[in-house]
């Protein structure tokens, strides 16, 4: 069985903080990893992606992977309240994409 | 460039009866995918299809869900009888790359789906 787990939070951090979102997947095959943001009765939309190990920056956000552990996250500093939304951890093995439960994420003014 | 489109965008039904959901891909994507999102719960993968070809339907309830893709373009999902636990929202999904892990799989708007 194939899983994907994030804490379902929910996950509040004060406006300007770095709120981190994790996730660990079970699959060693797994070769590419995706975070998705999808705000309430919103369809996910893609982040950013991350295939090697390492550290990843977009803007605010920063992707980490440790293959070895198992173990993606995404940082995001300077958090908004904007960013309030549910963070899918996605990963992609053999073309097989995997979701996990979400983390929702509250940002307060 | 388009995005997923899918409709319809919402549907109340009544047990056992049935509803279909159509969607059209980014254009020139080859792999499209029909998720089931139960509220509070990540994507699930029904069906996904490589052009028309069929590449994972291990979690499709065949025994009252189908799907198909005739052309490798556009796609509908049909459930038929309709139980109340197939209420959620039905996402249509396309990505471009075939047999790759760098998939970086496209979202449409969804289908609500309320049983009652």
């Known amino acids: 069985q194939k899983e994907v787990e994030q804490n379902s939070g929910p996950l509040s951090v004060p406006e300007g903080a770095i709120a981190s979102l994790n996730c660990t997947y079970s699959?060693?095959?797994?070769?590419?990893f995706f975070w998705y943001r999808q705000y309430s009765g919103k369809s996910p939309e893609l982040i950013m992606f991350i295939y090697s190990n390492g550290d990843k920056e977009d803007g605010r956000f920063t992707a980490q992977l440790n293959k070895a552990s198992q173990y993606v996250s995404l940082l995001i500093r300077d958090s908004q309240p904007s960013d309030s939304a549910t963070y899918l951890c996605?990963?992609?093995?053999?073309?097989?994409?995997?979701f996990g439960a979400g983390t929702r994420l509250t940002v307060k003014p | 460039e388009a995005g997923v489109a899918q409709s319809p965008r919402y549907k109340i039904i009544e047990k056992r009866q049935s509803v279909a959901f159509w969607c059209n891909p980014i254009s020139g994507h080859a792999t499209l995918y029909w998720y089931q999102q139960i509220l509070g719960q990540g994507p699930k993968l029904l069906i996904q299809?490589?052009?028309?070809?069929?590449?994972?339907d291990s979690q499709l309830p065949k025994d009252r869900f189908s799907a198909e893709r005739l052309k490798g373009v556009d796609s509908t999902l049909k459930i038929q009888p309709a139980k109340l636990e197939d209420s959620a929202v039905y996402l249509c999904?396309?990505?471009?790359?075939?047999?790759?892990?760098?998939?970086?799989?496209?979202f449409g708007e969804g289908s609500w789906l309320t049983v009652v």
């Open positions: 299809f490589q052009n028309n070809g069929v590449v994972d």
């Open positions: 996605a990963v992609n093995a053999n073309n097989d994409m995997r």
């Open positions: 699959d060693r095959g797994s070769q590419s």
């Open positions: 999904a396309s990505s471009w790359k075939t047999g790759s892990s760098g998939n970086t799989i496209y």
